[in-house]
């Protein structure tokens, strides 16, 4: 809803395109790239296959380990706009079947770090560049992409703050001594520390936020020593797969900007490690 308010995605269905021919023209056009066949470029291929299932031009792309993927996809549907999701390899074949289900089109990767341009959140951004910069030059057309970017966009930190937060002060009766959980984008956990932090400073209480964090993510030293760095990481050793996990969409070698607003806030006050078991 925000990228609609913003101008980025078209109005869902019931308002879109009043003109509903000029979005039959625009879906009707093939992908313009360049040389390249879409039967033969997979990002094409799930550029026109995207454009074509959109009910308002709208087409939202995100990359995801899966579960946010998901939210958006059921959200997008329902506003009529389709869904572009970008996943590394490495992740539950259950939650691309899922995805799949509910019309995501779905466009997975090699798992690569965030300095490869291949890496999942990257060619997610490429994509939605791409079908902007298209379909820009046809004046007819409806068609616009979002790039969710759940990693750095502050709306995900905010909508923790507005509802999460208020979900959790209410059902514990507004007694809450302690916050635990696993970081993804950060978004949860600087949200909602951020939220039960405030109100117990109101009622004269204290709150702790701790981070679990998992084998080979980085977070836990950020939060106790301001440097974001595991063993994992160390040049010598550093594979492909950091270190073998059960864990999917949790913990980072990466600091993003809404695990930062937790970080440079004072929001978390500890860190925890566990094994893949107790994650």
Known sequence: RDAEK??????????????????????????????????DDPILSTIDIAVQRSKTGGIVVEGTSGSTGISLATLAAQRGHSTIIVM?????????????????????????????????????????????????????????????????????????????????WRQTDHKVDAFCMSSGTGGTISGVGRYLKDRCHRHGRDCKIVLIDPPGSALLNKVKFNIAYASEQKERGLRRHRYDTIAEGIGLDRITHNFALGTDNAVLDDAIRVSDQEA
């Open 6 to 39: 913003r101008g980025l995605l078209p109005p869902p269905l019931s308002k879109a395109c009043k003109d509903g021919e000029d979005l039959h023209k625009t879906k009707s056009q093939p992908f313009k790239g360049g040389n390249k066949n879409a039967d």
């Open 88 to 168: 590394p390899d490495d992740q539950a074949k259950e939650k691309q079947t899922i995805l799949r289900c509910l019309g995501a089109v779905l466009h997975v990767v090699p798992t690569a770090a965030i300095s490869n341009p291949n890496q999942y959140v990257n060619v997610a951004r490429k994509i939605a560049e791409e079908i902007n910069r298209r379909y820009a030059e046809d004046p007819n057309s409806c068609v616009k992409a979002s790039f969710m970017n759940q990693f750095e966009n502050e709306a995900n930190y905010n909508a923790h703050i507005t509802t999460t937060g208020p979900e959790i």
